[in-house]
């Protein structure tokens, strides 16, 4: 399997990422998740080839930064767009939400 990590910066305090990531989850992503406030795990239901960890972690001027790295089979470019763009998606979930 091979493995891919991005990150987004978000505008917002920890504990409110936390609570954004778990409403985005139920609302955009098709998957699932299980975990604690820090460290997230989740796969796509779509996909059962897919495995991911979310890491949420403070960031200087009290931001958060999401991490998220998925192992997966297939087409890398593929899996990164589609990360990005639910990374880029979240972030304005949350800077919008908190």
């Known amino acids: 399997m091979a493995e891919?990590?991005?990150?987004?910066?978000?505008d917002a305090a920890i504990g409110d990422v936390d609570q954004e990531?778990?409403?985005?989850?139920?609302?955009?992503?098709?998957?699932h998740y299980q975990?604690?406030?820090?460290?997230?795990?989740?796969?796509?239901?779509?996909?059962?080839e897919q495995e991911g960890v979310v890491l949420l972690e403070e960031i200087a001027g009290g931001?958060?930064?999401?991490?998220?790295?998925?192992?997966?089979e297939g087409d890398e470019?593929?899996?990164?767009?589609?990360?990005?763009?639910d990374l880029k998606m979240f972030k304005a979930f949350a800077e919008t939400r908190g």
Do not use: C, N, P
Not at 4 to 10: H, L
Not at 35 to 48: L, N
């Open 35 to 48: 975990g604690r406030a820090a460290d997230v795990e989740w796969s796509a239901a779509d996909d059962a």
């Open 21 to 31: 990531w778990t409403q985005f989850m139920f609302r955009t992503l098709v998957g």
């Open 4 to 10: 891919i990590t991005r990150s987004v910066d978000v």
């Open 77 to 85: 470019a593929k899996v990164a767009a589609h990360l990005e763009r």
């Open 63 to 72: 931001g958060t930064r999401v991490s998220v790295t998925v192992e997966f």
